[in-house]
């Protein structure tokens, strides 16, 4: 059983998410850059992460975990380090202004690295890696993430979903940009099925005993995601072990809540009674590439690169390499003048958002 999806323009979509970050108290310039890098996702074709978790981010807000003024500021550093105290804002304004601080200290000694405590769910990796290609940088992200997946022999829910993303600049080539979560499937991805009303693949979750499933509700009744690989034959360790990493380099180094005591997106759950840090944690790099070799001979081999790859041969039935970053650009493309495609009940989560605070889609 299908559900309708709807055709919204991306103006319709960016106004009103200000508009409801505005009514939540975000100062103007925080309340744009929130919908912005909100909607990004959505014109990106991650649709699990853009206004479909805007009432989420609404929800997080009334229940007091959302600081829509927050005092984000720097409380330990280095020339080329610093970790962030988001002071419990939103991951959307945290994350940006965190990437920025890595690509400034970047263009001063070459390199820079962040680590943010007490921050919220920052939307798509890809958009604050992407940060750094304007500046003929790679750029790096990650997030840890509400503990919803169980580590590979395990029942137990203990690590997120723990995105990575990697931007790289190259020539007169779209630039490379890898943009993946750490599990077989993002739990978002897990929400859009429940809204279709369809089954989720067997490899994506287990049951509450450790057993494959295909019911893509499983999580609420006990179940777990499964790292990427699904299971120890497809490799699952090595999904677990992406997964860690990231954890460790977001809240452990940090100073935010890892592993099981990550805090939950969703407002219904509670807080971890025995924290262990403050908030969600998040992880970014900026390297310039000129502090490795002349940037133009770099981005001249990357598009050697990616035209190689790009022109390598296909199994049969398939047309082309898809180079990362290659499917969200075109999605992108067709988007801005298409219109985003928004499933029946988001948007009615979205008039939902809209009676709280008198708003219109």
């Not at 997964?243 to 452990?252: H, R, Y």
């Not at 067709?334 to 495609?341: A, D, F, H, L, V």
């Amino acid at each position: 059983m299908s559900t309708a999806i709807n055709l919204v323009s991306f103006e319709k979509l960016f106004s009103f998410s200000k508009s409801v970050f505005l009514s939540m108290g975000c100062p103007e310039e925080d309340a744009e850059l929130a919908a912005k890098v909100l909607l990004s996702a959505d014109l990106r074709g991650v649709d699990s992460h853009g206004v479909a978790r805007l009432i989420g981010y609404v929800r997080l807000w009334e229940a007091g975990r959302i600081n829509p003024t927050p005092n984000i500021k720097v409380i330990h550093e280095t020339p080329s380090t610093a970790t962030i105290d988001g002071d419990a804002g939103l991951g959307l304004v945290v994350a940006p202004k965190a990437m920025q601080i890595a690509i400034d200290k970047s263009e001063n000694v070459g390199s820079g690295w962040v680590s943010v405590k007490n921050s919220n769910h920052y939307g798509i990796a890809g958009y604050h890696a992407m940060m750094a290609l304007e500046h003929d940088m790679i750029g790096l992200s990650m997030t840890n993430a509400s503990p919803l997946v169980s580590p590979t022999f395990s029942k137990e829910r203990l690590l997120g979903t723990n995105p990575i993303a990697m931007a790289i600049p190259a020539g007169e080539e779209p630039a490379f940009v890898a943009d993946f979560a750490t599990t077989t499937a993002a739990n978002g991805k897990l929400e859009i099925l429940q809204r279709k009303q369809e089954d989720a693949p067997i490899g994506w979750v287990q049951d509450k005993d450790g057993a494959p499933s295909s019911n893509a509700a499983a999580l609420k009744s006990g179940g777990a995601l499964l790292p990427l690989g699904s299971d120890r034959v497809r490799s699952s360790h090595k999904g677990f072990c992406l997964g860690s990493m990231v954890d460790i380099l977001s809240a452990v180094l940090s100073g935010a809540g890892y592993g099981p005591w990550a805090p939950p997106f969703v407002s219904f759950l509670p807080l971890p009674e025995d924290p262990v840090g403050e908030g969600l944690g998040h992880f970014f790099g900026a390297m310039r590439v000129d502090a490795f070799r002349p940037k133009e001979d770099f981005k001249s081999h990357m598009d050697n690169w990616i035209k190689r790859f790009k022109t390598a041969e296909t199994v049969e039935g398939q047309e082309r390499v898809l180079i990362p970053g290659t499917p969200e650009r075109e999605i992108e493309h067709s988007r801005k003048t298409e219109g985003i495609p928004v499933l029946t009940p988001v948007i009615k989560d979205l008039e939902e958002v809209g009676k709280k605070f008198s708003l219109t889609l």
